[in-house]
């Protein structure tokens, strides 16, 4: 169990908001794969709890876009009716506009639960101070944080930071920003265990997490970063000693990897191990939910097209019919080329598994001209960030 505020998560797994990923139709394939995972012995324990298969956060969403109401924010925000928490990520650089997007999801009851993003190391983030090298302006990072939490006080609506472990290894804020969260209110903490300049190459460093849990000790630690099956989930908190654990990458074309993980953590070796037809079969329901949410066939395809090499990641398909699939524009248009594959393939074992997406390379992060001379705001910098947010999105 994780206590997040008054949330009790029954099992103490997160979806990590990814842009263009975890909107509402992919969420529900997370959610109700959670809930398979729950063994019958637990099922009856934990059904009280609102959330008893794990967390599940919307694509982040920018403070400013959401105080004004643009049509992609509202979007972004939308939740199906099934999901028993709401939980909604917000990015921003100035406390100002955050404070007043937090009274906007808690006054109009949008939200159960707000996470605050300072872990997206994409530039069109960094470049403007915010993400993961906007906890180096450590007095920033305290006024954003203590704001929204004050908004949110009184409303039983817990606020929680996922962060980075800082810009680079010369410039690491994890800890700081780790007690400085703790300190204005917020109900957890998650720790994407690599720096911006990571990205996110290499092997995350699961120490950090460690670390953050010793220095962090009055609200839960949640560790993030290469979790790529529920044993790994399993590997980090036991190594780590963390709370729970945030899984981004490792789901995406595999939303199925939420059964593992709660079956994983009430002690049940089940695991899902889909053949291509099994694949295929999701990938089509996902297309429904898709044109459902979205309301429009043409988006919604467009929207799907970036699954497809996910969910077809170690079978044999062929580059010619991957490249078709990552051009469907109907449903039946998908059909048939989802019927032209040889569906009766078994799961292919480790070529499914594994890293996903592109993980980059390590890169100097962009930041704002001077950011990094001192930790504190001038008067240049504090314009400047007042001017900065707009509709931006990164995971």
């Known amino acids: 169990m994780l206590q997040i505020g008054p949330i009790a998560v029954g099992t103490p ?33 934990v059904a009280a709890s609102p959330a008893p298969a794990g967390l599940y956060v919307a694509e982040m969403v ?20 099934g999901e028993g ?39 069109k983030v960094t470049r403007k101070g915010g993400g993961a090298v906007l906890p180096w302006k450590s007095e920033l990072f305290s006024a954003i944080v203590s704001g929204a939490c004050e908004e949110a006080a009184g409303s039983g609506i817990p606020v929680t930071v996922k962060m980075r472990m800082g810009i680079d290894a ?49 609200v839960p630690v949640l560790g993030n970063g290469d979790i790529w099956s529920a044993e790994d989930a399993l590997a980090m908190v036991a190594h780590t000693g963390c709370d729970g654990v945030v899984v981004g990458r490792g789901c995406q074309g595999r939303p199925w990897l939420f059964t593992d993980l709660v079956a994983a953590f009430a002690g049940s070796d089940v695991r899902v191990r889909p053949g291509l037809g099994e694949v295929t079969a999701v990938i089509r329901r996902h297309a429904e939910l898709m044109v459902d949410h979205f309301g429009n066939e043409l988006k919604a395809l467009r929207e799907l097209r970036k699954h497809m090499s996910w969910y077809l990641k ?66 240049e910098l504090r314009a400047m960030l007042e001017q900065a947010e707009s509709s931006v999105s990164g995971g």
Request: charged share 25%; hydrophobic share 40%; net charge negative.
């Open 13 to 45: 797994v997160v979806l990590a908001p990814m842009a263009g990923v975890t909107n509402a139709p992919f969420r529900r394939l997370c959610r109700e794969a959670g809930a398979a995972g729950l063994p019958a012995d637990r099922a009856t324990e």
């Open 62 to 81: 920018t403070s400013r876009a959401l105080v004004e109401r643009t049509p992609e924010s509202m979007r972004i925000i939308s939740h199906d009716a």
């Open 85 to 123: 928490v709401r939980s909604v990520q917000l990015y921003g650089v100035d406390p100002a506009t955050v404070r007043a997007a937090v009274r906007m999801l808690v006054t109009e009851e949008r939200a159960d639960h707000i996470d605050l993003n300072f872990g997206c190391p994409v530039p």
């Open 170 to 218: 010369d410039h690491l804020t994890y800890l700081d920003a780790g007690l400085r969260a703790q300190d204005a209110g917020v109900a957890s903490v998650a720790l994407h265990a690599r720096t911006a300049a990571d990205y996110y190459s290499g092997t995350a460093h699961w120490d950090s997490i460690a670390r953050l849990k010793e220095t962090v000790t009055d």
């Open 314 to 379: 170690g079978y044999v398909v062929g580059g010619q019919a991957r490249a078709a699939l990552g051009l469907v524009s109907t449903l039946a248009e998908l059909d048939e080329r989802l019927g032209a594959l040889e569906l009766d393939q078994a799961y292919p074992g480790e070529g499914a598994e594994g890293p996903r997406g592109r993980a980059g390379s390590a890169k100097v992060p962009h930041v704002p001209s001077g950011w990094l001379d001192s930790r504190d705001i001038d008067d």
